[in-house]
Structures are given as structure tokens and as C-alpha cells.
């Protein structure tokens, strides 16, 4: 690797910072509810829903007397999501171009989605090439806030957390972020709101995916990779 990168490497979320997926979300979560005999949810909910992982994902859309009713619609979303996850899911204006420009840093992808789907979306729309490491639930005992994915991913790279930096969008990927000992930027154009990121004092925060490379532009004296 060119050694005056800034970062030795870069973990990127899925969802709301590399593509977005709350379309799709949106869609089979209401066809679930519906098969279910329950309220939709707006596009608003589902883009709040996104992130957490399965069974936060449900517990948030769902009523707060249907919690009970958990596994059942994880299990029907999930009939949904299989056949309609790329119906509308695309890579957010610039991302491609973004990734391009960062291809000769070490990538990964580290996601509360489950990775079967964090795979299928990635390959479909042509930015698993991008990838070294692509991690999701099924990678680490515990999903993001917890660190646990993000070290794996730092691990699989060859790189110090000190010397790597996480790319998301929501207070999960900032808090794995600084449980992992790792700098984080956060992305404006996701799913959760500028005001609401910036009180948690990401190291920086971005509003298009072209100022990305800029962050990791050369300095030689700060590219520390085992």
C-alpha cells in the first residue's frame, strides 16, 4: 500500500453510508406487517429502524404490544427481503467514484446486516470489488455499538485501530468507533439527521462522498500500519 495514506485502512457501514437500502426496508416491512395483520410504518420509521441489527430492527417497528410477536416477523420480512432487497437499493450519488478514488487503501465493510444480504447487495451493484473484508453478524459475538466487528475488521486488514478509520452513519458506528479505538467519520447524507450526529462529536463529519479521499489524502507521518 501507498505508505502516505493518512489511514492504513478504512471500515466502512453498509447501509445509509454506502447504499441506500430504506426503499427496500421500507417496502418489506410493511408487506410483513400487512401478511401480519398490523400497521405500516413510513419511510421515516424504517430509515430510523435501519442499523441496530435484526431483532432491534423488529422491536422497533413493531407495536409495543406485538413485541411478542419477534421472531415471527423477522422471519416473514425476511421471505420479503430475500426476493425484493435490490428492487430499488443503489450506492448513494458519488460512491462509486469515492471507492475509486480509495482503491489503493485497504476497504472493508462492516455491517449489522446480515451478511448473506450485505454480499447479495454489494456484488449486485458492483462494488464488492472495492473489498478486502466484508464482515456482518455472523463475524463477531456481538454487533455494532460494541467494537467486537470493527476489531475484526482491523485484524483482517492488517492494520492498528489507531490507524484506521470507520465510515458511518449513525451513533452505532460512532460509539464501535470509539470502543474500538478507532477515528470516525460521520456521513450527513444517511439515515440519521447532521444535528443529531454532530452532538456526538464525530472526528469529522462529511456531506457528500467526494470529501472522503480528502480526509485520507497524504501524510506521510501519520500512515502507521503494522
Not at 453498509?14 to 395483520?37: F, H, K, R
Not at 415471527?72 to 471507492?99: A, K, N, W
Request: aromatic share 8%.
Amino acid at each position: 500500500m501507498d505508505q502516505s495514506w493518512k489511514f492504513g485502512g478504512v471500515v466502512f457501514d453498509l447501509d445509509g453510508t454506502l447504499v441506500d437500502t430504506a426503499p427496500d426496508v421500507y417496502t418489506c416491512a410493511n408487506l410483513a406487517l400487512q401478511t401480519m395483520g398490523m400497521r405500516p410504518i413510513s419511510l421515516e420509521e424504517a430509515k430510523r429502524s435501519i442499523g441496530p441489527g435484526p431483532d432491534n430492527f423488529a422491536k422497533i417497528v413493531l407495536p409495543a404490544d406485538q413485541q411478542h410477536r419477534l421472531d415471527e416477523f423477522i422471519r416473514v420480512f425476511r421471505r420479503y427481503y430475500d426476493v425484493h432487497c435490490l428492487d430499488s437499493t443503489r450506492p448513494f450519488p458519488g460512491i462509486i467514484e469515492m471507492l475509486e478514488e480509495m482503491a489503493e487503501l485497504p476497504l472493508a465493510v462492516a455491517s449489522n446486516k446480515p451478511r448473506v444480504y450485505t454480499l447479495r447487495i454489494l456484488e449486485a451493484l458492483g462494488l464488492k470489488r472495492f473489498f478486502r473484508v466484508i464482515l456482518g453478524p455472523e463475524n463477531a459475538s456481538r454487533l455494532k455499538p460494541s467494537p467486537d466487528m470493527l476489531l475484526a475488521a482491523c485484524t483482517a486488514l492488517a492494520v492498528r485501530p489507531a490507524a484506521a478509520l470507520m465510515v458511518g452513519d449513525t451513533d452505532n458506528d460512532i460509539l464501535a468507533a470509539r470502543a474500538a479505538g478507532m477515528r470516525v467519520c460521520a456521513v450527513a447524507w444517511g439515515y440519521s439527521s447532521e444535528s443529531e450526529l454532530a452532538c456526538l462529536e464525530p472526528d469529522f463529519l462529511i456531506h457528500a462522498p467526494r470529501e472522503l479521499p480528502g480526509l485520507c489524502c497524504p501524510k506521510p507521518d501519520l500512515a502507521d500500519r503494522e
